[in-house]
């Protein structure tokens, strides 16, 4: 229970930090990413669903898109940017890692965070209210179950954020958080989960290929972009197989 409460902690600005001094994040707290994931999920989701209840599904996506944003600080909101930003304007990896270092948003940055968050909410928006509640818990799982899987692959690129998460974070431990995420997933969405699940992991290889031929290795900013990538991914999947499998699927 720590280990989820330190995950909590770590990925959201809900106070939840033991009072007692704890190195983290550790392994285990990586392994719980998905489960993280299903809390913050559902508080969105949660919001989504009341909203949509009252308002348009359209205008419920935005607040539940800017709730997500608010609950968790734009944590991985701002590691998209400052990859796309130090990926795409970065020359050489001097130049990538200096860039990884400025607080100032570039356009690259900018153009990222605006696009992934209209698809999110414009996804969203074509949900009903319990499909989309169901949806964004996945999405929020499986995001942060990708994230978790590639820190036991990467390189880190640098000292930082990103090298303490990965140290110590083996093959093993991102099995079992694919696996966590997986099963959490197929218990929310069904057939569904395995299409964004796999849409992620592409994303998350292509991001981690692209990292490491421009700077070497992976930053924690990256590992910010691929749960943002997942989260995109899995709401397009629910859209895109709404016709196939319908919400619950256990129906």
């Given at each position: 229970?720590?280990?989820?409460?330190?995950a909590l902690?770590?990925l959201t600005?809900?106070?939840l930090?033991p009072t007692?001094?704890?190195a983290?994040?550790?392994?285990a707290?990586?392994?719980?990413?998905?489960?993280a994931?299903?809390?913050?999920?559902?508080?969105?989701?949660?919001?989504y669903?009341?909203t949509?209840e009252v308002l348009?599904t359209g205008?419920?996506?935005?607040?539940?898109v800017?709730f997500?944003?608010?609950?968790?600080g734009?944590?991985h909101?701002?590691g998209?940017?400052d990859t796309?930003?130090?990926l795409?304007?970065g020359?050489d990896?001097?130049?990538?890692?200096?860039?990884?270092k400025?607080?100032?948003?570039?356009?690259?940055?900018v153009?990222a965070i605006?696009?992934?968050?209209?698809l999110?909410?414009?996804?969203?928006?074509?949900?009903?209210?319990?499909?989309?509640l169901?949806a964004?818990?996945?999405?929020?799982?499986?995001g942060?179950?990708?994230t978790?899987?590639?820190m036991?692959f990467?390189?880190p690129?640098?000292?930082g954020?990103g090298t303490?998460?990965m140290?110590?974070?083996t093959?093993?431990?991102?099995?079992g958080?694919?696996a966590?995420?997986?099963g959490?997933?197929?218990?929310?969405?069904g057939?569904?989960?395995?299409?964004?699940?796999?849409l992620?992991?592409?994303?998350a290889v292509?991001?981690?290929r692209?990292?490491?031929g421009k700077?070497?290795?992976v930053t924690?900013?990256v590992?910010?972009?691929?749960?943002?990538c997942?989260?995109?991914?899995?709401l397009?999947?629910?859209?895109?197989?709404a016709?196939?499998w319908?919400?619950p699927w256990?129906?």
């Open positions: 229970m720590r280990s989820l409460r330190l902690a770590f600005r809900i106070p930090t007692d001094p704890v983290f994040p550790t392994p707290i990586g392994v719980l990413f998905p489960v994931g299903l809390v913050i999920g559902g508080l969105v989701g949660g919001v669903w009341l949509a348009p205008p419920a996506a935005i607040v539940a800017a997500s944003v608010l609950i968790t734009g944590f909101e701002d998209l940017a796309f930003d130090a795409g304007g020359q990896r001097e130049s990538a890692l200096r860039i990884f400025d607080s100032r948003l570039g356009t690259f940055g153009a605006v696009v992934s968050l209209l999110r909410t414009a996804l969203l928006g074509g949900l009903d209210a319990t499909t989309g169901l964004l818990m996945a999405a929020h799982v499986i942060r179950a990708t978790a899987a590639a036991g990467a390189t690129a640098t000292s954020l303490s998460l140290t110590g974070f093959v093993a431990h991102s099995f958080a694919t966590i995420g997986l959490i997933g197929l218990a929310l969405i057939p569904a989960a395995l299409i964004g699940l796999g992620t992991i592409l994303a292509a991001l981690g692209w990292a490491t700077m070497g290795g924690g900013d590992l910010g972009a691929i749960e943002q997942g989260e995109v991914a899995v397009a999947a629910v859209v895109a197989t016709d196939l319908s919400l256990w129906n």
